[in-house]
């Protein structure tokens, strides 16, 4: 006997949900993650102490001096004044030879500096987080992978993490002398869901990779055979109607 088209449509829906069912779960809870958790405190913005600025007196040589200093400068890519430990740099990032590389130097001698030491990553992270925790741990990062809290940030750099209720770590450059991240227990249940959510499984942050896209086809394709199940069932549901009422189905 050969199967009907409500057969093999509800057959489809029914094992579309099975598969899709737990994915939308994974996206639903992180949704509802993501609405009732304040962003700022995943951010750990409450825990940034605000840098003190320079000073308006400042003396400071020209930039073109530590330029002089420099060989190979094919193009300058930025060049920024900052604090660093209440000290005022110039911090350069230029091409040389087709590569990009970073100087801090100085601005008030035009000395070039080495990288910022462990001892000064920790004064830096310090001054930066809001509180006196102890620090807990310290790490000197060369390479992460697209699974590490710390990606697509420059590198190298030095991981503080604190003894504090939020375990948090802060992540300071060891080329420019600055913070570039607060990470907090809440951030990485966070990201542990967003990678869920955008079931990108490899780097965590692409929204166009294939699996995604495969799902939310499964998805629409799901919705359609339900509206499609749901008008073939009433269209059944009338036509039984309809055959009860007819004079010639009445039995005495």
Known sequence: MAKSKHYYIRKSHRYLGVILGVQFLLWTIG??????????EIHGDFQH???????GNLQLISPDSILRQLSNVDSIQSLQLISVLNKPYYNFSFYS???????????????IRQAISK?????????????KPAVEKVEYLVTTNGHHEYREKPLPAWAITFNHPTNTTVYVSAEWGRVESFRNNKWRLFDLLWMMHTMDYKGRDDINNWLLRAFSIFGLLTI?????LFWMSSKMSK????????PGSLTI
């Open 224 to 228: 359609i055979s339900g509206f499609v």
């Open 31 to 40: 949704g509802l993650y993501f609405s009732w958790t304040d962003i700022d």
């Open 239 to 246: 036509r039984k109607k309809m055959a009860g009422q007819w």
């Open 97 to 111: 030879k087709g590569h990009l590389k970073k100087v801090l130097a100085d601005a008030g001698t035009g000395r």
């Open 49 to 55: 102490r605000q840098p003190s600025h320079l000073r």
């Open 119 to 131: 001892n000064e990553a920790v004064q830096i992270a310090a001054a930066s987080f809001n509180g």
